[in-house]
């Protein structure tokens, strides 16, 4: 009798343990279930600034770039209005020259002294 009794005492701890141990797998597998989820979630949102990241650094690139070609582009543009302004000088400092070696005054360098031609020969001829 003793030892039944004594069955009846040890069989609900065992039973007690054993629920215990197949509770404690089951929250544990819950719980890698979980963890699981998350990571793929935080993957999916590293993978989605990663590019977001590299979206920005193209854009900024290509700002860059843009700005560059617009400042060479401006650069170029005034080069050539100076290249003009520079020939259309050169080209009057000639015929001034050719005009003064003739003797007569020619329209060119009146005008860029600020005389009108007709007037000046309207003046001179009263």
């Known amino acids: 009798m003793e030892m039944t009794a004594l069955v009846w005492i040890l069989l609900p701890l065992f039973i007690a343990m054993g629920s215990a141990l197949l509770s404690y797998y089951i929250m544990q597998a819950r719980l890698e279930v979980a963890v699981a989820k998350e990571r793929e979630s935080l993957a999916e949102a590293q993978a989605i600034i990663r590019n977001q990241e590299k979206l920005m650094e193209e854009k900024i690139r290509a700002a860059e770039e843009l700005a560059a070609r617009q400042a060479f582009d401006q650069l170029l543009a005034d080069f050539r209005v100076e290249e003009r302004h520079f020939m259309r000088?050169?080209?009057?400092?000639?015929?001034?020259?050719?005009?003064?070696?003739?003797?007569?005054?020619s329209g060119t360098f009146l005008s860029r002294i600020g005389l009108n031609t007709r007037w000046w020969w309207r003046r001179a001829a009263t």
């Open 89 to 105: 000088e050169s080209k009057s400092m000639f015929v001034n020259r050719k005009s003064c070696r003739s003797g007569s005054f």
